[in-house]
């Protein structure tokens, strides 16, 4: 059997899509289809252009249009920081009108290849845990946003931030001084992946400062039976209460 049909064939079995494209997207771009997939079902796309000595990559905005299908609420730009720092990570930038892009060596193939992978599965992975958190309007880190910074207005206030532990980046909600923190609803999705969060960052040891704050207004009793699981990894608090908590504006 012929080694580069079985090779044709596994890459379409296995979800890739590549073909060219006319002129709507420029003179001999790639449309390349990855098998990494939104949890709406959309796969994450890029277009791939040379350009002289230069490769040109953009998914033309059509990441930021699928999450918002999902329900992310990007009309503030704030909400945009996190996919920001993913893109940087990956050599790439997050353009004003929403497009993933960026620039490579035409020689180095496997560089951009994989950045182009990297990128896709972080992005993959950041929608997962933002999806699980059931914040998809980014409403639960406004409101604690806004009571950090009433609780102390001189305090540092940095979102999202990311944290290497060995071989995992872990992304937190806030570093309020020392402190890096996670706001989340009381699902089991959110809880499990904070659970995993919390006994990485043990690692660290003493510089390891958390605190999960979990939203009870809607649902009291569940976020205590949430609280008492997330309690025996990190210090984890009622969103109530935190904001009747004077001492951690000290």
Same mark, same amino acid.
């Given at each position: 059997?012929?080694?580069?049909?079985?090779?044709?064939?596994?890459?379409?079995?296995?979800?890739?899509?590549?073909?060219?494209?006319?002129?709507?997207?420029?003179?001999?771009?790639?449309?390349?289809?990855?098998?990494?997939?939104?949890?709406?079902?959309?796969?994450?796309?890029?277009?791939?252009?040379?350009?002289?000595?230069?490769?040109?990559?953009?998914?033309?905005?059509? *990441?930021?249009?699928?999450?918002?299908?999902?329900?992310?609420?990007?009309?503030?730009?704030?909400?945009?920081?996190?996919?920001?720092?993913?893109?940087?990570?990956?050599?790439? *930038?997050?353009?004003?009108?929403?497009?993933?892009?960026?620039?490579?060596?035409?020689?180095?193939?496997?560089?951009?290849?994989?950045?182009?992978?990297?990128?896709?599965?972080?992005?993959?992975?950041?929608?997962?845990?933002?999806?699980?958190?059931?914040?998809?309007?980014?409403?639960?880190?406004?409101?604690?946003?806004?009571?950090?910074?009433?609780?102390?207005?001189?305090?540092?206030?940095?979102?999202?931030? *990311?944290?290497?532990?060995?071989?995992?980046?872990?992304?937190?909600?806030?570093?309020?001084?020392?402190?890096?923190?996670?706001?989340?609803?009381?699902?089991?999705?959110?809880?499990?992946?904070?659970?995993?969060?919390?006994?990485?960052?043990?690692?660290?040891?003493?510089?390891?400062?958390?605190?999960?704050?979990?939203?009870?207004?809607?649902?009291?009793?569940?976020?205590?039976?949430?609280?008492?699981?997330?309690?025996?990894?990190?210090?984890?608090?009622?969103? *109530?209460?935190?904001?009747?908590?004077?001492?951690?504006?000290?």
């Amino acid at each position: 059997m012929d080694t580069l049909h079985c090779c044709s064939d596994y890459f379409k079995q296995a979800g890739w899509h590549c073909s060219m494209l006319g002129d709507a997207h420029g003179s001999g771009a790639l449309y390349i289809s990855t098998p990494i997939v939104l949890s709406g079902g959309k796969p994450l796309d890029f277009y791939v252009q040379q350009q002289g000595s230069k490769v040109l990559l953009t998914d033309d905005g059509i *990441t930021l249009f699928a999450l918002r299908s999902l329900g992310f609420d990007f009309s503030d730009k704030r909400h945009w920081k996190g996919l920001e720092k993913i893109a940087r990570r990956h050599h790439f *930038t997050l353009s004003d009108d929403g497009a993933f892009q960026a620039e490579f060596d035409a020689k180095q193939d496997a560089a951009w290849g994989s950045e182009m992978l990297l990128l896709c599965a972080e992005i993959h992975a950041w929608e997962k845990e933002h999806s699980s958190q059931g914040d998809m309007d980014f409403s639960l880190s406004d409101h604690v946003e806004s009571i950090l910074k009433k609780m102390s207005p001189d305090r540092e206030l940095q979102h999202p931030v *990311t944290v290497e532990v060995g071989r995992a980046l872990l992304e937190f909600d806030f570093k309020w001084g020392d402190l890096f923190i996670d706001a989340i609803r009381p699902s089991n999705q959110a809880v499990n992946a904070r659970l995993r969060k919390g006994i990485l960052m043990q690692r660290i040891g003493e510089d390891a400062n958390v605190l999960f704050i979990v939203d009870d207004r809607f649902n009291a009793e569940k976020a205590r039976q949430e609280l008492s699981v997330l309690g025996g990894v990190a210090p984890a608090i009622a969103l *109530t209460d935190f904001e009747q908590r004077e001492d951690y504006a000290a």
